[in-house]
C-alpha cells in the first residue's frame, strides 16, 4: 500500500497563477483533509470531506477550493495565487471520528 | 477562542535520560487527544490517542497523561535515543464527532548522544 500520496513535491508559482494539488489514498477512508503549515504555526485545517461526495471548510479555507473526486482522490485548488499561500500543504485521511490521520509526504508551494 | 500550547522551544536533553513534552488547552473540552512525530520535510505520523476518560495511555517507551481539569496532556519518552529528536505535535478533537483536528505547533526535541 502506498499509503497517502501526494504530487506535486514542489511548485514555484508566480502571484495570480492557478494550479491543483493533488491527493490520493489507497486504504479506502472514508475522511480526507488539507492542511497547511506555515513555521511557528503548527498545521491548520483548509478544507475536508467527511465522505465522498461531502466537503466542508475548515480554519483556512479562504482563497482555496477542492474536489472530493471520488473515494480516493482529494484536490486543493488555488484559483489566483498570492505569496500569503507559500506553504507546505499536507493531504491527510482517515476512517472517522477518533481515527488515527495518515498524512502524505507534503507539497512545498512557493509563490512569488 | 479555542487555543493549544505547546512549548515552542527545542527541548535539548541526554541521551538515557527522560524527556516531556506538554501541551496545554483553553476554551476547549476535547474528547480526545492525538500525539504525532515529524521529521524535516515528511508528514507527521500517529503515535498515540488518549479519550477523555482515560488518564495514562502507554506503547513502548512513550507515555501520554491527559488531565482534563488542568486542560493539559504530558508525552514522555523514557530512556530516550537520538532517533528520538523529531518535532512532536499534540492534536485535540476540533469538534464533535467531525475526526477534524486542531494542531498545537510543536515542540522540537534533540537528544544527544
Known amino acids: 500500500n502506498a499509503g497517502v500520496t501526494q504530487t506535486p513535491k514542489f511548485q514555484v508559482l508566480k502571484t495570480g497563477q492557478s494550479m491543483t494539488l493533488q491527493c490520493a489514498q489507497d486504504?479506502?477512508?472514508?475522511?480526507m483533509y488539507w492542511y497547511r503549515q506555515d513555521p511557528g504555526m503548527g498545521l491548520r485545517l483548509i478544507y475536508y470531506s467527511a465522505s465522498e461526495g461531502t466537503t466542508d471548510k475548515g480554519e483556512v479555507p479562504n482563497g482555496y477550493n477542492v474536489s472530493r473526486l471520488n473515494k480516493r482522490e482529494f484536490s486543493l485548488r488555488l484559483e489566483s495565487a498570492a505569496p500569503s499561500q507559500t506553504s507546505v500543504y499536507f493531504c491527510?485521511?482517515?476512517?472517522?471520528?477518533?481515527?488515527?490521520?495518515?498524512f502524505g509526504p507534503g507539497t512545498r508551494l512557493l509563490v512569488l | 477562542s479555542q487555543k493549544i500550547e505547546q512549548n515552542s522551544e527545542a527541548l535539548n536533553i541526554q541521551e538515557g535520560k527522560t524527556a516531556t513534552l506538554t501541551c496545554n488547552y483553553t476554551?476547549?473540552?476535547?474528547?480526545?487527544l492525538q500525539w504525532y512525530r515529524q521529521d524535516p520535510g515528511r508528514g507527521p505520523v500517529f503515535l498515540l490517542l488518549?479519550?477523555?476518560?482515560?488518564k495514562e495511555k502507554r506503547k513502548e517507551r512513550l507515555k501520554v497523561t491527559f488531565d482534563t481539569t488542568l486542560k493539559q496532556s504530558l508525552f514522555h519518552i523514557t530512556a530516550s535515543q537520538p532517533a528520538d529528536s523529531a518535532t512532536y505535535l499534540c492534536?485535540?478533537?476540533?469538534?464533535?464527532?467531525?475526526?477534524?483536528?486542531?494542531f498545537g505547533q510543536g515542540t522540537t526535541l534533540q537528544v544527544k548522544p
Open positions: 492534536a485535540l478533537d476540533g469538534s464533535s464527532n467531525t475526526g477534524k483536528l486542531i
Open positions: 476554551n476547549y473540552s476535547p474528547a480526545y
Open positions: 486504504m479506502n477512508h472514508n475522511s
Open positions: 488518549i479519550r477523555e476518560n482515560e
Open positions: 491527510a485521511s482517515n476512517s472517522g471520528y477518533q481515527e488515527t490521520q495518515y
